[in-house]
């Protein structure tokens, strides 16, 4: 569980962080508000449930688009995805290099994973490797939602 401080002016109202001024002219700051009258409590944060049966909708699919596209590029290039020592777009890369893949197609490939890449980033309003790391626990349940085009 996670708090946060809640600093509450002398009439009342509460504020997740000090405003720069208080009655529009006396600057304040951590070194003053008290001797202005400010108090402070704090509170506990809720985090969200970050469990993965608990992904939304939306999110679910952008990462099943991933998923799909990894697939399509592994079937493209007779990869074995199950024999990548990681699933991730680096050695499917390098994977399809070793099948013979061209610069152009491997270009095509990357722009394609990374645009997906980042509809997950935007969705999850994460950094890809915090949002790569609860998304590689679901991978295994995404190949077998697509087990019949692998």
Do not use: C
């Not at 997740?16 to 944060?45: A, D």
């Not at 020592?85 to 013979?100: D, M, Q, S």
């Amino acid at each position: 569980m996670s708090t946060r401080i809640v600093y509450i002016a002398p009439d009342g109202t509460e504020h997740t962080r000090l405003p720069k001024m208080y009655n529009q002219v006396t600057p304040i700051h951590m070194g003053n508000y008290l001797s202005l009258g400010w108090t402070t409590r704090t509170e506990e944060v809720v985090i969200p449930n970050t469990d993965p049966e608990a992904i939304s909708p939306a999110l679910a699919a952008k990462e099943l688009a991933f998923v799909t596209e990894l697939v399509k590029y592994s079937n493209d290039f007779a990869i074995d995805v199950f024999n990548l020592p990681e699933i991730n777009i680096n050695t499917l890369k390098t994977a399809a290099i070793a099948a013979g893949a061209t610069q152009q197609q491997l270009t095509t490939m990357s722009s394609n994973l990374m645009a997906l890449t980042f509809d997950i980033m935007a969705e999850t309003d994460k950094p890809w490797s915090v949002a790569w790391a609860a998304l590689k626990e679901r991978i295994p349940t995404y190949l077998v939602e697509l087990s019949g085009t692998i």
